[in-house]
């Protein structure tokens, strides 16, 4: 956080061919597994393109969480299915040790294509949708703690919550 390359707004991508898309995946998905997140946007590793990687199996350090795909998702388009807000606390690689507690819309579809071009179409909601709305402001140059409405609840992680142990996202 602080980094404008976090603050900027991403470039469409053409999927295929697109010889540099691999090794930006590779590149995401190595960063994301070696610091354990829920999801990545390419501008948190300095790429400035519309693409996002998420991903969640049942972990103890997600106990609420249903799991969630893997996907790579490029160019995507969010639409949101009502209008209920729900708040649920967030991390986020770019700003480590922290949490704060953000309002997300509870049910939303999410449109785009994977690496080979294939249309992605979803329809999702709880954790799931809060994951992607998360990555998707990535490429928007939005950071979480902008969006949260009360500052008392951002704050260290270990202080917010003590003795419990979180994986960033
Ligand atoms: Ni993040």
Do not use: K
């Not at 393109?49 to 972990?59: A, E, K, L, N, Y």
């Not at 009502?82 to 040790?97: K, M, N, Y």
């Not at 950071?143 to 994986?167: C, K, N, V």
């Amino acid at each position: 956080m602080g980094d404008p390359q976090l603050l900027r707004v991403a470039e469409t991508v053409v999927p295929v061919p697109n010889p540099g898309l691999a090794a930006l995946l590779v590149d995401m998905r190595e960063t994301m597994a070696a610091l354990s997140g829920a999801g990545l946007a390419a501008p948190q590793i300095g790429v400035p393109w519309r693409v996002v990687i998420f991903g969640v199996q049942f972990s103890p350090r997600y106990p609420e969480a249903e799991p969630v795909p893997e996907t790579t998702l490029i160019n995507p388009v969010i639409t949101p299915l009502d209008t209920v807000l729900e708040d649920g606390w967030e991390g986020c690689l770019s700003v480590p040790g922290m949490r704060g507690l953000v309002p997300r819309y509870a049910r939303i579809r999410y449109q785009g294509v994977d690496e080979r071009g294939t249309p992605i179409d979803r329809e999702v909601s709880g954790f799931h949708a809060r994951v992607v709305q998360h990555e998707v402001d990535h490429l928007d140059g939005v950071l979480y703690p902008t969006r949260i409405r009360d500052l008392r609840h951002f704050g260290f992680s270990d202080a917010l919550f003590p003795g419990q142990e979180f994986a960033d996202d």
